[in-house]
């Protein structure tokens, strides 16, 4: 696609239940990030992919984040038994190397 | 530690005029420094990036210098328009590959 896209753009989910953040990165585009931002904070780095693997997973908070990622494109981070100190935006990048991400809008999740 | 600092405090200034944004790191030797733009409910936006060899860079009003002794970016807007209000964000690559970055900068340029 002409972008990255994220889905869905809002979340709001209670206490204790699983989610799933989509991200569709440029096509062709074989690096891919995760990071997510809480209110008046910066970016924190969660996990990368390059292909399908992820060489570095050193960001994931918990056990309860998982990520994947399949056939190169399309990535899955999941959180179970969500906190909520888990409320924030999650965003997903891709880039062509290491250098010039090209962000989505992200995913606004809110746990209440 | 790794750090990234930017200046916390926003910066106002009247269109027109210069805007000038520093990023200062430490513990980090990096081959290259990134800036980004982010507005408000949006992902951050890719503007530029200099390599170490590099002291300074430009495109159209933005101009970026680096200098690896000092440990320091200096990020210029020139005859700043309103539209330029944006937080920016500085970025150098972490010990696994992916960015880190720093807190941000707001500015505020007003008419």
């Known amino acids: 696609g002409a972008g990255v896209s994220q889905s869905p753009s809002n979340k709001v989910t209670e206490k204790g239940k699983d989610v799933e953040l989509r991200c569709d990165p440029i096509s062709g585009h074989t690096a891919l990030y995760w990071y997510r931002q809480s209110l008046g904070q910066g970016l924190e780095f969660l996990i990368y992919?390059?292909?399908?693997?992820?060489?570095?997973k050193s960001g994931l908070p918990s056990d309860r984040f998982s990520a994947e990622r399949t056939g190169g494109s399309v990535s899955t981070l999941t959180i179970q038994r969500t906190q909520q100190e888990d409320s924030a935006v999650y965003l997903c990048?891709?880039?062509?190397?290491?250098?010039?991400?090209?962000f989505g809008s992200g995913t606004r999740l809110t746990v209440v | 530690s790794q750090k990234i600092e930017q200046n916390s405090e926003a910066l106002n200034i009247q269109e027109g005029k210069t805007a000038t944004l520093t990023c200062n790191y430490t513990n980090y030797s990096p081959a290259y420094l990134q800036w980004y733009r982010q507005d408000p409910g949006r992902g951050p936006v890719f503007l530029l990036l200099?390599?170490?060899?590099?002291k300074e860079k430009r495109k159209e009003r933005l101009k970026v210098t680096f200098d690896t002794t000092l440990k320091q970016s200096l990020f210029h807007i020139t005859a700043s328009q309103p539209a330029d209000s944006a937080t920016y964000l500085c970025?150098?690559?972490?010990?696994?590959?992916?960015?880190?970055f720093g807190k941000g900068t707001s500015l505020l340029v007003t008419p």
């Open positions: 200099i390599r170490e060899n590099e």
């Open positions: 970025a150098l690559e972490g010990p696994g590959y992916a960015l880190n």
């Open positions: 992919f390059q292909g399908n693997s992820a060489p570095d």
């Open positions: 990048a891709s880039s062509r190397d290491i250098r010039g991400y090209t």
